[in-house]
């Protein structure tokens, strides 16, 4: 008998629903703190005087987390899925207390990595004890769930960050974790079956964990360092060099490691590597669309932070209504390769409308763009690990679903960076062209080519900016001038942010290529799968 058949004989249908609804409680709190911070941010670091160092407080916590996915998914095979999910909500929870107490900026970083290290394991452990939970036919109706609130994170962790901040003080969007934490803590350790295996003593692939830890550890902060760099900076280019040569050490390692942390021959199954490789590349436009967009609605429209959360939600309803509708269409037909060629040319239309964004942009159209984008990544975040956890045995979905996350967050990242670089080079191409276009004298352009020193992207009165930096005699000639000096820099900001949607049209491209070659197999009604025997598993029903 199966690992996941002998547990789903311990448990009923209202106490599996218990569980599941637990795992997204727990998945809601990881997918929120990567967004509600961002909104505190500004009074965070001026209230612990770390302006130097405040990227590293939303960094941390991504680095961690996305390192330590893919040893969780490995310890969940191994260890089972509820010792593993105890530790890491236990983690998240203290590490939260500790964030929200935080006296300096270092010890609030420190605390932010921790908080990322028990995250890291809810998003793939929590997918594979749906999969502990549910048949592969039944899977599809719950997975979608998953996606739906990873968007519904996105769209009210702003909000819900400027309320907590602006009433209770910043602190508290740290400790409010806890007692929803608590409640699907308490709830697992009651009813998750603890699943133990004889070979769970083996030894761990030590090697590998530290390979794989120092590849992705240089590879992120050379990115990150992107932001304020170039790419043939060390801190940028040669992080990122070291990053991938740790990352063939890894790969070497593991070929030869008895007990590897991410099995190479998981590759050589082709709906895996198509759904990670199709993962990867969708998550280019996705990330983009939820960071670029609200920043030109705070800086182009002048909305609050709150105000650009909610202007995205066109984007994140379709998002929540496909990944739904994917999972049920798919557990209730078993196809999904059409279905994902669709929604990949879906995701690639609505990125294109987007490319021609201008200040006086139809915001009818651009809702439309936003839903059709949505529309097209939403079923990706249900059907990939439906079709991942189809492909491989029982024993071995832990291990898998934490490789497709880890894959999904690595693409988001580059991705952002990608389109970053885009909106950097094309916003210092297109300013001086708007600035003429608007009717800015030749002389007073020069002054902006190249970089002026001024913020010109940020939130709040730009005019005022300006003219702040201009010599006082010099400001009644320019004062008059700042209308037009303001509108055709929105006009080049707009036409930047536009071309960054490029990188991703092209990733949805490349994603349809992948999904075409992607084999189209039943859904598994039993938890059986012939593959390398596992070891018989001993299944615990926890008491309650």
């Known amino acids: 008998m199966s690992i996941q058949a002998a547990a789903d004989l311990q448990l009923s249908s209202r106490a599996r629903l218990e569980i599941l609804g637990a795992m997204l409680l727990a998945l809601f709190l990881f997918a929120l703190d990567q967004t509600i911070v961002g909104t505190a941010l500004p009074v965070i670091v001026t209230d612990l005087d770390g302006n130097a160092l405040y990227v590293w407080v939303v960094t941390a916590y991504l680095l961690t987390a996305t390192i330590s996915g893919p040893i969780y998914g490995k310890l969940s095979d191994l260890y089972g899925r509820r010792p593993v999910i105890i530790f890491a909500v236990s983690l998240f929870l203290i590490a939260s207390v500790l964030s929200g107490l935080s006296q300096n900026i270092g010890q609030l970083i420190l605390f932010r990595g921790l908080q990322g290290l028990g995250g890291g394991a809810i998003f793939p452990v929590a997918l594979a004890v749906v999969a502990d939970l549910y048949t592969p036919a039944e899977r599809g109706k719950y997975l979608g769930?998953?996606?739906?609130?990873?968007?519904?994170?996105?769209?009210?962790?702003?909000?819900?960050?400027?309320?907590?901040?602006?009433?209770?003080?910043?602190?508290?969007?740290?400790?409010?974790?806890?007692?929803?934490?608590?409640?699907?803590?308490?709830?697992?350790?009651?009813?998750?079956?603890?699943?133990?295996?004889?070979?769970?003593?083996?030894?761990?692939?030590?090697?590998?964990?530290?390979?794989?830890?120092?590849?992705?550890?240089?590879?992120?902060?050379?990115?990150?360092?992107?932001?304020?760099g170039e790419w043939a900076d060390p801190a940028v280019g040669g992080l990122i060099l070291a990053g991938l040569a740790f990352g063939a050490l890894f790969v070497w390692i593991e070929s030869r490691a008895a007990n590897p942390i991410v099995p190479l021959t998981l590759f050589r199954n082709r709906n895996f590597s198509v759904s990670v490789g199709a993962m990867f590349l969708t998550a280019f436009g996705f990330f983009g669309a939820v960071i670029f967009l609200p920043r030109w609605f705070q800086t182009v429209l002048g909305a609050s932070a709150t105000e650009s959360g909610y202007s995205i939600l066109p984007l994140l309803v379709g998002l929540v209504i496909s990944a739904i509708a994917s999972g049920q269409i798919v557990a209730r037909t078993g196809r999904y390769k059409v279905l994902m060629l669709g929604s990949l040319i879906l995701l690639a239309v609505g990125l294109f409308m987007m490319t021609n964004l201008k200040t006086d942009t139809d915001r009818l159209m651009l809702s439309l763009a936003m839903v059709l984008t949505g529309l097209g990544v939403g079923p990706s975040f249900a059907v990939f690990t439906l079709v991942v956890q189809n492909s491989v045995a029982?024993?071995?979905?832990?291990?898998?679903?934490?490789?497709?996350?880890?894959?999904?967050?690595?693409?988001?990242?580059?991705?952002?960076?990608?389109?970053?670089?885009?909106?950097?080079?094309?916003?210092?191409?297109?300013?001086?062209?708007?600035?003429?276009?608007?009717?800015?004298?030749?002389?007073?352009?020069?002054?902006?080519?190249?970089?002026?020193?001024?913020?010109?992207?940020?939130?709040?009165?730009?005019?005022?900016?300006?003219?702040?930096?201009?010599?006082?005699e010099a400001q009644a000639l320019i004062a008059p001038l700042i209308e037009n000096i303001v509108a055709g820099i929105y006009e080049a900001f707009s036409i930047a942010i536009g071309a960054s949607f490029y990188v991703g049209i092209v990733a949805a491209i490349l994603a349809f290529v992948f999904v075409v070659f992607l084999r189209e197999e039943p859904m598994r009604t039993t938890f059986d799968f012939e593959d390398e025997a596992p070891a018989e598993a001993e299944v615990e029903v926890a008491p309650g």
């Open 145 to 228: 769930l998953f996606g739906a609130v990873f968007g519904l994170s996105f769209l009210l962790g702003p909000a819900i960050g400027g309320i907590i901040t602006d009433n209770f003080g910043w602190r508290w969007i740290f400790f409010v974790n806890v007692p929803i934490g608590l409640v699907s803590l308490v709830i697992i350790g009651r009813l998750l079956p603890a699943i133990k295996r004889p070979d769970a003593g083996r030894n761990i692939d030590y090697l590998g964990v530290s390979a794989f830890a120092l590849a992705i550890t240089l590879f992120l902060i050379g990115l990150t360092n992107k932001a304020s």
């Open 394 to 472: 029982p024993a071995r979905i832990g291990v898998a679903t934490g490789s497709l996350t880890f894959f999904q967050q690595i693409g988001g990242t580059i991705g952002l960076t990608l389109g970053s670089t885009v909106l950097a080079s094309r916003l210092v191409e297109e300013i001086p062209i708007q600035l003429v276009a608007a009717g800015v004298p030749p002389p007073i352009v020069d002054g902006f080519a190249g970089g002026s020193g001024i913020d010109l992207t940020g939130t709040g009165d730009l005019g005022q900016r300006i003219l702040a930096t201009v010599p006082p």
